[in-house]
């Protein structure tokens, strides 16, 4: 059975940082891209971040660019997202998804390619 457990949500205040985290179960966690998406209410789903299934690469939505930062440790089936200069506007439920395809070529922006999704972890940005 796969799981995908987000976790390191919390509230902060405006300018401040998290470290969110997913730990991988039950599926080949270092062939997969691993993506992040964050819905915030009464929003549609939003793409932030995705690094593919070796690391070299990163992909970021426009609105985290230069502030976010995600990152892997294949060792320990984890995927960390690194949020910096935080604004009330990062306010969602951020969730990881792991990619359907293996060692892909491309890491996608897409939550269609994303086969596995968490139960997500609540990030509140206070002013």
């Known amino acids: 059975q796969v799981q995908l457990v987000e976790s390191g949500g919390g509230l902060v205040q405006a300018g401040g940082s998290l470290r969110l985290s997913c730990v991988a179960s039950g599926l080949t966690f270092s062939a997969r891209a691993m993506g992040w998406f964050r819905q915030a209410p009464g929003k549609e789903r939003e793409f932030v971040a995705a690094i593919n299934w070796n690391g070299a690469s990163t992909r970021y939505g426009d609105s985290v660019k230069g502030r976010f930062t995600a990152s892997r440790d294949n060792r320990k089936d984890t995927v960390s997202l690194q949020m910096n200069s935080l604004a009330p506007e990062d306010t969602a439920d951020y969730y990881c998804?792991?990619?359907?395809?293996?060692?892909?070529?491309?890491?996608?922006?897409?939550?269609?390619?994303?086969?596995?999704w968490g139960q997500g972890t609540q990030v509140t940005v206070s002013l």
């Open positions: 998804a792991a990619s359907k395809s293996i060692r892909g070529r491309f890491v996608s922006p897409y939550s269609v390619d994303y086969a596995y």
